[in-house]
């Protein structure tokens, strides 16, 4: 079955503690992203991948990090997680070509900084 | 910049009722518009999208029109379910280049 799946789908860490969120898809897309989730906000674009080793920056990329070293995965970091990181996380993947492309999310991590 | 507005929620619809929700783009360009669905608990999926204008998508009784003069893209229903409850984004572009906009949450009351 086609899925991007992340893990964990909950957790709750406390400040400045390091975590790593994991995305993996197995759809061999090329193209991964990192989006936070806020009400009112809609979804925020964190980062982005290309292909393997080419990361770029989103829209809101202060207090993450991230890393392409095989095509399948896309690990998101949390070096020093503060309370204005509590969000919902989604990863998701698509294609090369941008137009038409639909991407596939992952269900979500619902991370709590306290 | 690009940039896509859609109706605040939430909206609230007893069974059986028309769902309308609009949205608006402000692109360069020809982009593709898409609809995504978010169920309680689950990642976006991609419910319809237009690649051109004068398009129509549609998907399990939605349906949305792309409209250029009006850069438009607005979702219809003509008859909604308990089971449409969820979150609705629309956005334009596609693949790592899409711009979603802020979602607006429907509830359908039986």
């Known amino acids: 079955e086609a899925q991007v799946t992340q893990n964990p789908r909950y957790l709750i860490t406390v400040t400045g503690k390091k975590l790593t969120v994991t995305c993996s898809q197995n759809?061999?897309?090329?193209?991964m992203s990192w989006y936070r989730q806020d009400p009112g906000l809609g979804l925020r674009q964190i980062y982005y991948?290309?292909?393997?080793?080419?990361?770029d920056k989103g829209d809101v990329p202060e207090g993450y990090k991230v890393s392409r070293k095989e095509k399948r995965n896309f690990p998101l970091i949390l070096e020093s997680p503060s309370p204005n990181q509590t969000s919902l996380y989604f990863c998701?993947?698509?294609?090369?070509?941008?137009?038409?492309?639909?991407?596939?999310f992952g269900q979500g991590t619902r991370l709590t900084v306290v | 910049g690009n940039s896509v507005t859609q109706m605040e929620g939430p909206v609230t619809l007893s069974e059986e009722a028309f769902l309308t929700i609009n949205c608006t783009y402000t692109?360069?360009?020809?982009?593709?518009l898409f609809w995504y669905v978010q169920y309680p608990g689950e990642g976006l999926q991609l419910l319809l999208k237009a690649t051109k204008a004068d398009d129509k998508g549609s998907n399990k009784g939605f349906e949305a029109t792309y409209r250029k003069e009006t850069t438009s893209f607005h979702l219809e229903k003509g008859s909604v379910q308990v089971s449409d409850s969820a979150v609705y984004f629309c956005?334009?572009?596609?693949?790592?280049?899409?711009?979603f906009g802020a979602g607006t949450r429907l509830f359908v009351k039986a």
């Open positions: 991948s290309m292909n393997v080793e080419v990361t």
């Open positions: 998701a993947s698509s294609f090369r070509e941008l137009r038409n492309t639909e991407a596939f």
């Open positions: 956005a334009l572009g596609g693949g790592f280049k899409t711009i």
């Open positions: 692109a360069t360009g020809y982009p593709s």
């Open positions: 759809m061999n897309h090329e193209y």
